[in-house]
């Protein structure tokens, strides 16, 4: 990876619609070189695919929390994770170091929701012993890594 590649991806990872003749203009390489080189990033796995980003607040999610998960053996770490992966709601798993076992952000209708969904399908999971809820109240930084 060279630093076309870099202006490139950083290009993309600000808007993925980008047309070619623009990021050619913009990076002054020909548009058949451009589309050579995002070829060879595709390839390479550099990107992990490209996908429209919704806003959960628009479609009627208004609730965001992290949850920390605490299991009672690291070895139900497994089967906790398959559990929660049915739960549509949780949009990103973590397996962590520290307190918690594995951090989860989870996008809620409203707190009614959130209760629910920890009393009933994630408190009830063999294996978690207890939670942690902290709930977003804003979102300050959403961005992709600068390469």
Not at 19 to 24: G, R, Y
Not at 48 to 76: C, H, M, R
Not at 91 to 108: N, R, V
Request: aromatic share 6%; glycine share 4%.
């Amino acid at each position: 990876m060279d630093s076309i590649d870099c202006r490139i991806i950083n290009f993309l990872r600000k808007n993925a619609k980008i047309p070619i003749s623009e990021l050619s203009e913009q990076i002054g390489i020909s548009g058949a070189a451009i589309h050579k080189r995002i070829k060879k990033l595709e390839n390479k796995k550099i990107f992990t695919g490209s996908q429209i980003n919704v806003d959960p607040k628009k479609v009627g999610f208004t609730t965001l929390a992290f949850i920390g998960i605490y299991l009672e053996k690291a070895v139900d770490v497994n089967f906790a994770i398959k559990e929660l992966n049915a739960i549509e709601e949780i949009t990103e798993c973590h397996y962590t170091t520290g307190d918690w076992s594995i951090l989860i952000k989870i996008y809620c209708k409203d707190n009614e929701h959130l209760m629910k969904l920890l009393n009933k399908r994630i408190q009830a999971i063999n294996g978690v012993s207890r939670t942690e809820t902290f709930i977003s109240l804003d979102q300050q930084i959403s961005r992709q890594i600068k390469v």
